[in-house]
């Protein structure tokens, strides 16, 4: 199933912390019970973090990993057997 995270956050970095935590919340409310939607959405809040890192935006870098912290946790503590599998040999 394609999803819209790359570009969902990518609109909200231009409107700047408030937007990218409105946008997380909405993704995260919406998909943390779909393990597979959970990985994609732990994946892009990773490569964010670090596509704000390497552009010194260090407050929308922080936000990220703020908020993918959250979505991993849950992951971690949530997923079991084969949907933990799946979850980290995909973020691996």
């Known amino acids: 199933m394609p999803n819209t995270f790359w570009q969902d956050f990518t609109i909200a970095d231009h409107s ?6 409105d946008t997380f919340n909405r993704a995260f409310k919406e ?3 779909d393990y597979k939607m959970l990985t ?6 990773n490569h964010k973090i670090w596509q704000h890192y390497e552009q010194d935006h260090d407050a929308l870098a922080h ?3 703020d908020c993918w912290a959250v979505a991993d946790e849950y992951a971690m503590s ?3 057997g084969d949907e933990l599998k799946y979850f980290l ?3 691996d």
Do not use: F
């Open 78 to 80: 949530n997923l079991k």
């Open 63 to 65: 936000l990220y990993n």
């Open 31 to 33: 998909w943390k019970s």
């Open 16 to 21: 700047g912390g408030d937007a990218v935590k």
């Open 89 to 91: 040999e995909v973020t």
């Open 40 to 45: 994609e959405l732990v994946m892009v809040l």
